[in-house]
T-cell receptor, first 114, second 114 residues
Framework: KNQVEQSPQSLIILEGKNCTLQCNYTVSPFSNLRWYKQDTGRGPVSLTIMTFSENTKSNGRYTATLDADTKQSSLHITASQLSDSASYICVVSDRGSTLGRLYFGRGTQLTVWP | EADIYQTPRYLVIGTGKKITLECSQT?????MYWYQQDPGMELHLIHYSYGVNSTEKGDLSSESTVSRIRTEHFPLTLESARPSHTSQYLC?????????????FGEGSRLTVL
């Protein structure tokens, strides 16, 4: 059964600290993995996409990693800010966009305290 | 920001009422989707469309219906709302020509059925 599991379910950190969110998947075949950020009361917004051949990709203070062999991805947030408080959702696609199906994780709820 | 809009943002109605959630996008995307999202749970696909006059049911059984008469418009209708329909409904679109299948989400419509 294709699944996407995220951990931790929730996380509280102090402003300025770093954190790492995890995503493990069993989706096969694998096309790409996206991290979305969903602010409270808003729709998700894409942060980064990882394809099979990519190991690391950065977007500002966000750095995503992918280990396609172990089927694990992480999202590292550096020097957290209050605006980072949100739910971070891992989404895996099993094929290209035309035929691909998307598998969603339940998200990690991050709270950044001042 | 994505040019995809949902109305209403919040709706509280009584059981048995008919409701329509509106979704419009100005990006010219062929593909549009409706997802249902409950707190702490993954997004579930309830309807999707690959273009005008094309609609399909998603993975999650839903009593709602959709239509796609125009490329930019993808409304969702509940003929007789029940408390079990209380949820957040997210509309999204994607570009068929994109290899990565990024979803662009609206802000969501939070429905409460009393």
């Amino acid at each position: 059964k294709n699944q996407v599991e995220q951990s931790p379910q929730s996380l509280i950190i102090l402003e300025g600290k770093n954190c790492t969110l995890q995503c493990n998947y069993t989706v096969s075949p694998f096309s790409n993995l996206r991290w979305y950020k969903q602010d409270t009361g808003r729709g998700p917004v894409s942060l980064t996409i990882m394809t099979f051949s990519e190991n690391t990709k950065s977007n500002g203070r966000y750095t995503a990693t992918l280990d396609a062999d172990t089927k694990q991805s992480s999202l590292h947030i550096t020097a957290s800010q209050l605006s980072d408080s949100a739910s971070y959702i891992c989404v895996v696609s099993d094929r290209g966009s035309t035929l691909g199906r998307l598998y969603f994780g339940r998200g990690t709820q991050l709270t950044v305290w001042p | 920001e994505a040019d995809i809009y949902q109305t209403p943002r919040y709706l509280v109605i009584g059981t048995g009422k008919k409701i329509t959630l509106e979704c419009s996008q100005t990006m010219g995307h062929d593909k549009m989707y409706w997802y249902q999202q409950d707190p702490g749970m993954e997004l579930h696909l309830i309807h999707y469309s690959y273009g005008v006059n094309s609609t399909e049911k998603g993975d999650l059984s839903s009593e709602s219906t959709v239509s796609r008469i125009r490329t930019e418009h993808f409304p969702l209708t509940l003929e007789s709302a029940r408390p079990s329909h209380t949820s957040q409904y997210l509309c999204a679109s994607s570009d068929t020509l994109s290899d990565t299948g990024e979803l662009f989400f609206g802000e969501g419509s939070r429905l409460t059925v009393l």
